[in-house]
């Protein structure tokens, strides 16, 4: 699987890097970015556990790099990367975690109106993991996974303010111990209206499909059903809107919401209907930064019970960032985070927080 995805990635992006050879003959220029951040903070419930709860100071190093190449035709290629390591100093569960994501996309355009593209991405997470959302049940627990993601678009533009995007998407999780790895097939349809100071807001509907490997359906009860096989299938609409309220840009927003539905293929035990509300608001005048984000989540489960009542749960989360410039290349932050999980199932509940201050070279 691993060398099916990246070989048809690789020539799919060579095609689409051929194609902007042929069809290029205007400027083409290079522009590379990078941060590198260093930061000591507090995570309370760093298990997100509410029974076993651990807490710790840690020091935190991040490096986010990106190379983009374009050209006046409206292709591109660019390359990203981001990593993230914190070395928690009592944390005997945990000891340290890390992330990893790689990408590298591109796109050209195709006629007046039309832009094909892909993207190849790569992530690696040895992490606390809240795996209620793929496990359908509360599922935390420290793990060390790979992923890779394939996701080709095309997108046409009716006109300068109306378009529409489709994309397939390909996933595949590896987990090395504890959770059952699976692979996703997704499409996704978008329509798209563009507005004043370049906002944008859409809606689109998904549909996706999850194969487990080794992980089987189960009876009403959540007893195994031997010989079996998983799978969810997830039917989702959301709605986007990413706004900017003036000519500099230095007021931003972006809102998203969605209502999915996620039925599995036999008895029903791993149903469940999710609706998110996610807002970010942000000012930027490049000396001071302050963003600010919200989530929410609720859950409503079809066959699994707690109690005498159908199993529910909802989170909020809030986070805040405050971040100063002085000159082009040095900044100072402090970025706080607070979570709240609720249900009826006590072993769903636990409250989860954290705030670090630290220092940011740019390149």
Known sequence: MKCRLLFGTVGTIGLLLSAAAQTETALIDWDFEGEAALSVGYKDNILQSSVNEESSGFVRTALDASVLRFSSTGSFLMFYLFGEDTRYFDAPSV????????????????????????????LYMH????????????????????SLTFQPYWEHEYNQRWGHRFDLRAFQQFYEVNLDNYRELEGQFQLIRNYGHRSEISAGYYYMQRHYDTREQTDENGDAIPGSSLIYVQDKLAGE??????????????????????????????????????QQLRWDNNTWAVSGNGRLGWYW?????????????????????????????????????????????????YNTWLIHTGVVLTM
Request: with cysteine; charged share 25%.
């Open 241 to 278: 809107c990413r706004h900017y309220f003036d000519e500099n840009r230095y007021w931003r927003s972006l809102t998203q919401i969605s209502g999915m539905i996620n039925r599995d293929n036999d008895s029903g035990f791993f149903d469940y209907d999710r609706v998110l509300l996610r």
């Open 301 to 349: 489960y079809k066959q699994q019970m707690a109690g005498n009542e159908n199993r529910e749960r909802s989170f909020v989360s809030l986070d805040l960032r405050v971040e100063r410039r002085f000159g082009n290349h040095f900044s100072l932050f402090t970025e706080g985070e607070y979570e709240w999980n609720k249900s009826n199932d006590p072993l769903d509940e």
């Open 127 to 146: 992490q606390i993991y809240d795996a209620s959302d793929t496990q359908g049940v509360p599922v935390r627990l420290l793990v060390l996974g790979h």
């Open 95 to 122: 000891n340290y975690e890390q992330f990893i994501s790689a990408i590298v996309s591109g796109a050209v355009p195709v006629g007046d109106d039309d832009t094909m593209g892909c993207s190849l991405s790569y």
